[in-house]
Each structure stands twice: as structure tokens, then as C-alpha cells.
């Protein structure tokens, strides 16, 4: 059967949620002309998820499928297990808590048939506790100022994908809230449009503090693999040429001060010369060192490389 549409929902302890959370999806997407699959991700549940997603109808519309985890791998895990099952030409992604409102669906395919790849929600009137809200306020700053594309709200699982876009991103860790980052390889037309938020009415939530550390090695390590992806040498090129510059000024100037009053200048600036030599020195052999491991890894990186190949058809504006 040809997929139109695939909606992805991970959950995990949400027995509660299960039901309503089919009957809004259903309801909500009973108007659109188009096939649609319901795909719901346990991700190792301990509680009845299992259970009530088992009683979900598995004809009519959407047609339901279920994958589930032996245990828990989290949020990203479980997405990226969803997309790789989903048959749909475009794909939605949402959090299966209730806080995500599944009317906005069809905003979202209008967005994806006015030519965009990726479509973001903003929660900009979010209900969620302040605890929560603050830091991630500050990581959408701190992710957008890292990686160049200034999204509003990272986190916000409502998202919805062209398949050919999405399927190539490799995703690990905690990484699906950069997703939008990650996909900037490929230059896509990405929009923002501001979504429902919901209180949670079942269950708790599963984030907390400590996934903040786990934001921040992840967004190093996405700004190491968008530089390396793109140019592999540039930037520690870039800053061996800085530290060749500053060798090269104290040198000179160690010689200039050699013959004058200021003869102790010219010792402390002979000091800085073999200290930025060493340094340069150093660069150079991290360069080579790092070319020859990305060479050796370039092939763990190819699905980065291929996000650069945009499909025929759909030039970037």
C-alpha cells in the first residue's frame, strides 16, 4: 500500500495516553485525502503501553503499527526506529504525552506542499513548568549560535519531514532536537510555525536536569561533525595560519628590540616566539593527524556527505 503520511509517536510509561492520544490523531486527520499510518514506538515501557496500544484498531484509518523496544533506549532511539519502519512520503513526528496537539498536522502538510523539506513547531505559549521553559530557552539560544540555524524551539518534537530528508540524517545520543542543525548540510527550506501546547493531563514527565549535560556534549560534538563534514582541515588550518602570524610578529619583533634600550623585550619576545613555533608546530601535526582519521572514518561520515546532494527537482531558493 502506498503511504502518504506517517505519523511517529515514541512512548514510554504513557498507558494513559495511549487511547486519547489515537483519538485526537484519528480525529484530526479524518479530513485529509491521503493515506496514513500511525506508527507508535514502545520504548521499553514497564506499565501497560504495550497493552493498551495492542487493544488499537489495526484497520481503517490510520492503519496502526506498533514497534517495540525489549528496554528502554530513549527518545531519540525510538524516533529514529520509527522512521526507519515508516513507508510515508512525509513524515510527523510528535511527543506521545498529549502536550503536542495533533490539529496542527494539516498546517504542517501545508507547509511541506508549499515546498519546504522540514517544518518546526514553536511552543511559543508553552505549558510546561519554568524549570523547564528557562533552560530550554537557553539551549535554543546556545544551539542556534553554535550551529548557524536559529531555530525558535529545538526541542518541540512536532515536526514533520520530507522522507528523503530525514531517512539520510544519522541520529544518536539525544540528538533529534538537532535535527534541524544536522539537516543544514543538505540546504533544505525549513519553517516555523507556532504550535498548540498542552499541560500534561497523565503520567510524568521524563526530562529533567539531567539532560543538560547530555545537550551540551551533543552540540559539541554536532558543531565538530558539521565542521568536519563541510571542510575537515579548514578551521584547524585557520588557526595555525593565526598562531604562524603571531610567531612571525614576535620574532620580528625579538629582532628589532635586540640593538636597542628595551633589550629585555627582545628575551620575552624570543620566549613567545618558540612558544607559538611549538604551538604552530603542534597544530600542523594535529591537522595531519586529524585528516588521516577522518579519512579512516569517512565512511561512518558518507551519510553526512550525502545530505550535500540535493534531489533533482528541488533547488534551493
Avoid at 540546504?187 to 547530555?214: D, L, N, Q, T
Wanted: charged share 25%; aromatic share 8%.
Amino acid at each position: 500500500m502506498s503511504v502518504d503520511l506517517s505519523i511517529i509517536v515514541p512512548v514510554y510509561n504513557e498507558e494513559d495516553n495511549v487511547l486519547p492520544m489515537y483519538q485526537a490523531i484519528r480525529d484530526a486527520i479524518a479530513p485529509i485525502d491521503r493515506e496514513v499510518e500511525l506508527v507508535f514506538v514502545d520504548d521499553g515501557s514497564r506499565d501497560r503501553t504495550v497493552e493498551r496500544l495492542s487493544e488499537l484498531p489495526r484497520h481503517g484509518k490510520p492503519k496502526v503499527r506498533i514497534v517495540k523496544f525489549r528496554r528502554n533506549y530513549g527518545q531519540t532511539q525510538a524516533m529514529m526506529a520509527g522512521i526507519d519502519v515508516a513507508n510515508g512520503k512525509v513524515l510527523v513526528t510528535m511527543d506521545g504525552d498529549l502536550q503536542n496537539d495533533p490539529r496542527d498536522i494539516p498546517r504542517f502538510l501545508e507547509q511541506i506542499e508549499a515546498g519546504h523539506d522540514l517544518v518546526v513547531g514553536w511552543r511559543k505559549d508553552r505549558k510546561d513548568h519554568w524549570s523547564r521553559v528557562l533552560p530550554s530557552k537557553v539551549a535554543n539560544r546556545l544551539i542556534g549560535w553554535v550551529t548557524g540555524v536559529p531555530i525558535k524551539d529545538n526541542g518541540c518534537s512536532l515536526k514533520a519531514y520530507r522522507a528523503d530528508l530525514i531517512k539520510k540524517i544519522p541520529l544518536y545520543s539525544e540528538m533529534h532536537r538537532f535535527i534541524p542543525a544536522m539537516s543544514s548540510l543538505a540546504r533544505p527550506k525549513i519553517a516555523e510555525i507556532v504550535v498548540r501546547h498542552h499541560p500534561r493531563m497523565h503520567g510524568s514527565s521524563k526530562y529533567g536536569f539531567s539532560r543538560i549535560y547530555k545537550v551540551f556534549v551533543d552540540l559539541i560534538s554536532i558543531r565538530t561533525i558539521l565542521t568536519f563534514a563541510r571542510s575537515p582541515l579548514m578551521w584547524l588550518s585557520g588557526l595555525t595560519m593565526v598562531t604562524l602570524l603571531l610567531t612571525l610578529f614576535a620574532a620580528v619583533s625579538a629582532v628589532v628590540f635586540a640593538d636597542t634600550s628595551y633589550a629585555g623585550s627582545s628575551v620575552v619576545f624570543a620566549g613567545v616566539t618558540l612558544l607559538f613555533g611549538a604551538l604552530s608546530l603542534f597544530l600542523i601535526f594535529l591537522a595531519f593527524l586529524g585528516q588521516l582519521i577522518w579519512g579512516a572514518r569517512s565512511k561512518s561520515l558518507a551519510p553526512f556527505v550525502d545530505l550535500a546532494v540535493r534531489p533533482a527537482g528541488r533547488e534551493v531558493q
